[in-house]
Each structure stands twice: as C-alpha cells, then as structure tokens.
C-alpha cells in the first residue's frame, strides 16, 4: 500500500520550491496535451486513480512550513479522494479559483483539466515542483495513458503494479552526508562564491511591469515552435560532426539568442552578463521504477560579454561544462549550498525570499519523453485506447526576475522548443520574438555547422 511509505522526509531542492512558491510565480510547471480522439470518461477517472496511487507523492499533503529546517518537514498520506478531473468543452477556458498557488498544506500539487471537441481532446496538467521534476511528470503521464489502455483493452492495471518501487522515493536525494557535502562544498567553493557574488541581470524588456493578475489567470503563456522530422535529424547531425551533443548546441544559441535580444530592446544591458539555469538529471540506472518523485538539481552557466563573441569557442566550453555535470561536478555548488541551508531552521527560506535575480531564463531539456513506453506507435507517438498523444507543450515556473524559461523535447521524431514567459514583463509578441530568435540561431547552426577546434579556444 502507498500509505506504508508514510511520512517521506522533505529533500533539500523540494524545500526549495517550497520556499520559492509566492502569489504571481507558484512554483507550478504547466503541461498541455494534445490528442486526437476522445477519452472515456469514467476509464480516464479510473485510470487517473491508478496513477496517483503508483505516484504517491503527487496526492499527498506537507506536514510543516518553508521556514522550518529540511529534516522538519515531510510528505503525508492525504485523507481525502484524489483531485476529480474538471472536464468541459473546448471552448471552457481554464480559471484558478482561489489563485494559481497551491498549498501543499491542504491540497495536493496535481490539477486537471480535460477540454474537448471532436475530434481533438486537451488535458491540461498544473504540477506543483515541490512533488516531482519533469521526468517525473512525464513518467506520470504515460502511467496514466498506460493504466488508461489497460482499462480499455482488458479491465485490469495489475500489470502496471510490478513497474514501480515505492521504497525508492526515500533515495532520491544525493547519497552524501553533511560531512561530504562540507568537503565538496570546499572544493567548489570557487564556482560557489562565483555563484553567489556574480549577480545575474534579468531580460531586457520594453516596459515597466503590469499589476499582478495572479488572483484568477487562465493557462501561463506559451509560445512553441516545432522542427519537422527532417530539420530536427538535421539538428543532431550538426550536433554530432561538431564533436557535442545536441543539448550544448542549443545552450550556445540560446546564450546568443538572449545576448541579441537584450542588446536590441535595452542598451543598459549591453556589458552586463548572462546566467542560464540548467535543471540536472540525477536518477541512477535503477531509478527508472521510481515513481515521480524530484531527481534533480540546477546547474549554473554563467557567461560575460567578452564570452560571446565567439561562438565555436562558447560551444566548446558550453560542452565541456554540460559534461561535467554528468558526474555531479558542475552540479554541487548549488546541491551543497542547498544541504547546508537546510540544516538550519529558515535558512532555505531567507534566502529564496531575497528579492533577487537567480538567472536570467532557464533551459530545460526533457530529451525524447516517454522514450521505452510500449504505447509508441510507429511514428514514436503514444497510442492509448485509440487516442493518439499529438503534442506535448510544458510551460516552466518562473522565479522572480526570471521573465522567461525555455523548454526542449523530442516528441514523434521532432524537437519541440517552448518559452513560457511572465505576462507582467513579457507580452505575446515579446515571447514569439524571443523564441524565434532562439530558432533563427538554432537554423543558422544547421547551414554553418563546422568541427569546433579544441585547439582555436584557450
């Protein structure tokens, strides 16, 4: 039984989104869903259960507050129904009664919609960060799709039941101790002061910020962009012939993509440098049977002026940092500032609530989702009871004086990038621009693709 696992101590980056978790930025990440087809109702509500009880964490409550230390605060079993799916037609906009802002005290951090019109069905999803990462949604979602299709084709999800451990959720957090974390800290204490003494500049933007609109707000805004099958192969060969992987290739234009647009809206921001937060994947080989859960740190890229002028020099270094994160070393500085913050009652707290810049937009890379699903048809897109998964779109929480995040994916063979971006700095038309900027640069990588020299950069 889930309840058995009960109470899973808190882990240092989930008391962080708890910390940061404010009205007009909840630590929420938003998903959006497209299909061809129409669910069952009462299979999709069935399925729904399923999931959530493979899922604890995602229907359970907090015990404690942000201000308390790490060790002070835990997950507890929720005593009430898992969340109902609010379900109209397409043309239902999305409201948040009460606000945006879940509180994890007295409601879990899962909210669903469903809108349809024959024959395109949207479920919307709204994730609270402090519950999971986002491979732990993605790993919801296709538990839900799968328990869905075993509804629909054999009445049973038993089969599903042998997939997770729930026992796993209790090693999700680095398997160091205080002592380790001191030591580790020490020895990255350079990137440490770096990361605390080099304040990051938020985006440029056109205007002053617009009154808070958190009260009852529809789905944060999102502008996507989509490469065909084709263009995104295309992507991955550059990548490749260039000796990096597909990840630096973007992080290097999107550095240039946000360099330009904060040299074109504001000369202020010409000279001033850019941080780019980069979420890190933490799960070990056998933590694919955990249920969605937080297996995730950030790592920090920060980049002067001088930095990037040369573009084959900043991927080259771009790659060579990306690479040390897979073996926790660009990661640490914040997973140790972390670990030690939390030892100590509001110390985790204090300092999310600094009115400060953490970086100045995120890149987040969710790489082929639901990749070893058995639902994947032919064309690599999931096939649930006969409702075909056309898209997926995510839109990222956003932190104060953080206006925009980026998202990449690889679904059906082709890469999608999304910003979200915050309405009270950031129009539409701001956030179109900023993306295709981004995608100007990502195309102008394919047609001038050329091996970067390890030599030509010092």
Known sequence: M??????????????????????????????????????????LNAALKTAFALHPLLNSLLQG?????????????????????????????????????????????VRIWVREAAPTTRLFLQIHHCCCD????????????RAYHLLYTTTSTAPLEKIFDIALLREREMPISSWQTLKMAWRERLRVARFFNERPVP????????????????????????????????????????????????????????????????????????????????????????????????AFMDRRPEELTDPECLLRHLYAETERTKDLRGSMPF???????????????RWSGRDMCHASTVMSNLGVPCARSPLLGPDR????????????EVALPLFPFTHAAFLALNYGRE??????????WLDEADGRE???????????????????????CS
């Open 381 to 392: 897109r999931l096939v649930a009871g006969g409702v075909v998964l056309k898209s997926i």
């Open 203 to 298: 985006l440029a933007t056109r205007s002053i910020p617009s009154a808070d609109n958190s009260g009852c707000e529809p789905f944060p805004p999102l502008q996507t962009f989509t490469f065909g099958a084709a263009e995104t192969r295309q992507i991955q060969i550059a990548a490749k012939r260039q000796g990096v992987t597909v990840n630096a290739l973007m992080l290097r234009d999107l550095f240039l993509a946000i360099d330009d647009w904060n040299r074109s809206i504001s000369p202020d921001h010409r000279g001033r440098g850019i941080r780019v937060c980069m979420p890190v994947n933490l799960r070990r080989a056998h933590d694919y049977r955990m249920p969605a859960a937080n297996v995730v740190t950030m």
């Open 335 to 349: 997973a140790s500032a972390l670990k030690l913050l939390g030892l100590f009652p509001g110390g985790i707290n």
């Open 2 to 43: 889930p309840e058995a696992i009960f109470p899973v101590p808190l882990v240092p980056f989930e008391h962080f989104m708890l910390a940061n978790d404010r009205p007009g930025h909840p630590m929420s990440f938003f998903v959006r869903l497209t299909f061809d087809g129409q669910f069952d109702r009462n299979l």
């Open 434 to 456: 900023m993306l295709d900027r981004f995608v100007h640069r990502m195309k102008a990588s394919l047609a001038g693709a050329t091996p970067v020299s390890p030599r030509s």
């Open 65 to 109: 507050t942000a201000k308390d230390a790490t060790s002070r605060i835990a997950w507890v079993a929720a005593c009430h129904e898992p969340p109902q799916i609010d379900w109209h037609d397409l043309q239902t906009s999305i409201r948040f009664v009460g606000g945006p802002e879940i509180d994890l005290r007295s409601e879990c951090g």
């Open 415 to 424: 890469l999608t990038l999304t910003v979200s971006h915050d309405p009270q």
């Open 134 to 145: 986002g491979l732990g949604a993605v790993t919801f979602i296709d538990t839900l799709l």
